[in-house]
């Protein structure tokens, strides 16, 4: 992942391309993040390769603080975008390998 996006956690300290960032507590981090989710009557999350890593992080992440209830409130669905774009162009294995 770091070599992607520049984003290494040492199990105390985030560093983005070698410089330190701060972190914020997730509680607060979804609280903002579900605060803006309330400003849409629901919401259908879309993610590359979704299930298999953002949604599974995510809702481990809701879980843990305590948050489903509010989240499923807000959420309708969550959509992998990586199964819809095999499901139209089969051949490819990957939308990086289509992109390079």
């Known amino acids: 992942m770091e070599t992607i996006t520049g984003i290494s ?7 983005v391309k070698n410089s330190h960032v ?5 509680e607060e981090t979804l609280g903002k993040f579900l605060e803006f989710l309330k400003k849409f009557d629901s919401v259908i999350l879309i993610a590359h390769n979704g299930r298999i890593f953002d949604f599974r992080v995510l809702s481990y992440a809701i879980s ?21 774009f095999r499901s139209k162009v089969p051949k490819l294995s990957s939308l990086c390998t289509t992109l390079l």
């Open 22 to 26: 701060d972190a914020i507590p997730i």
């Open 64 to 84: 843990q603080v305590k948050m489903c209830e509010m989240f499923l409130k807000y959420v309708l669905a969550s959509v992998d975008s990586l199964a819809m």
């Open 9 to 15: 956690w040492n199990g105390t300290e985030m560093t």
